[in-house]
């Protein structure tokens, strides 16, 4: 990564700590049965968009960018999804989306 300059110890592979570790606020949509829907896989890019850019209510000087970054990351992520071969086991965890559609 370049500009980084973090210290051997702070490095997991090669790559920043803090890019090794995944968000805690997006789940695993990969393996997911029945598989992730459109809306998650764009809850999931909404979430990866608010934490890298520190932004969780985006202002409208910024919202039509973010949006943009929203649908831009939501696109590559279904894409990457779908090229991706099955896994042997489902995540442990069900996207927030579905966990509100259980309790209801």
């Avoid at 790559?15 to 764009?42: F, H, K, Q």
Wanted: hydrophobic share 40%; proline share 10%; charged share 30%.
């Amino acid at each position: 990564m370049a500009g980084w300059r973090g210290s051997a110890d702070q490095r997991i592979r090669g790559r920043p700590r803090s890019l090794a570790v995944m968000c805690r606020n997006i789940t695993t949509l990969r393996g997911l049965e029945p598989p992730a829907t459109e809306e998650e896989v764009e809850a999931a890019a909404r979430q990866f968009v608010r934490k890298i850019s520190g932004i969780t209510h985006p202002s409208a000087k910024v919202e039509d960018r973010f949006e943009q970054a929203v649908a831009e990351i939501a696109h590559i992520s279904a894409h990457l999804l779908a090229d991706l071969p099955p896994r042997k086991h489902p995540p442990k965890n069900d996207p927030p989306l579905r966990r509100l559609a259980a309790r209801a």
